[in-house]
């Protein structure tokens, strides 16, 4: 079956971290670029960040940058997402999905699924005291 799986969020207060997961099943990895999306209460999915197939380069939307960090392992067919310095916020519902390629772009606008092949149905991140 082919599918990406999302997992790792939950409760923190604010200043903790989280790391999420998005696994896929049924195809490689590798030759995607991924992206990482949130989707709060009443607003569109928003690019977070983005790791590109070639290179590994990295982006970040500016509200998360220095904050949260995308990493891959191939091997386990697995991208990563680990969030620190958490605010209320970040709190949403995170999601991940393929991408032909990276670029500002995937970071500074809403997600339309015509550009993403695969995507998962995401983990909600909740941050509160």
């Known amino acids: 079956q082919v599918q990406l799986v999302e997992s790792g969020g939950g409760s923190v207060q604010p200043g903790g971290s989280l790391r999420l997961s998005c696994v896929a099943s049924?195809?490689?990895?590798?030759?995607?670029?991924v992206a990482w999306y949130r989707r709060a209460p009443g607003k569109d999915s928003m690019g977070m960040s983005c790791i590109s197939s070639s290179d590994n380069s990295t982006f970040y939307a500016d509200s998360v940058k220095g904050r949260f960090t995308i990493s891959r392992d191939n091997a386990e067919n697995t991208v990563y997402l680990h969030m620190t310095s958490l605010k209320p916020e970040d709190s949403a519902v995170y999601f991940c999905?393929?991408?032909?390629?990276?670029?500002?772009?995937?970071?500074?606008?809403?997600?339309?699924?015509?550009?993403?092949?695969?995507w998962g149905q995401g983990t909600q991140v909740t941050v509160s005291s």
């Open positions: 999905a393929t991408r032909t390629f990276c670029t500002d772009v995937v970071v500074t606008t809403t997600w339309d699924p015509f550009f993403s092949e695969y």
């Open positions: 049924g195809f490689t990895l590798d030759y995607h670029a």
